[in-house]
């Protein structure tokens, strides 16, 4: 018996500097659709399809409340750079080791 597999592509947002797509992208997929292998977790850095191996969590405190938090992922390559980015603006918050998909939540 063959089953078809309804695969799930994210373009990068243009000029969205500087990641190109969401750290996590759905929670649930709609029935009859597999995850593939475009969906393990990689690193939010814009053209970067790296493993993730860290959790950048943030908030802006002009739009969200104290306790609320973003994820993005990085690479061992761009951790410094996202967190940088996100440290100059005041929204960092924490970094922490990435250890599975399950570790962050999506927002």
């Not at 009859?32 to 802006?60: F, H, I, Y």
């Amino acid at each position: 018996m063959r089953t078809r597999v309804k695969r799930v592509t994210f373009l990068s947002s243009p000029g969205d500097f500087p990641r190109g797509r969401p750290a996590l992208y759905v929670s649930v997929l709609p029935y009859g659709w597999q995850v593939t292998d475009e969906l393990l977790p990689q690193c939010s850095a814009k053209g970067c399809r790296a493993s993730a191996g860290w959790m950048l969590r943030w908030n802006n405190p002009k739009l969200h409340a104290p306790e609320y938090r973003k994820t993005w992922l990085a690479c061992d390559d761009h951790r410094e750079h996202l967190s940088s980015f996100l440290e100059m603006r005041g929204f960092l918050r924490e970094v922490t080791p990435f250890g599975a998909a399950t570790d962050a939540q999506i927002s």
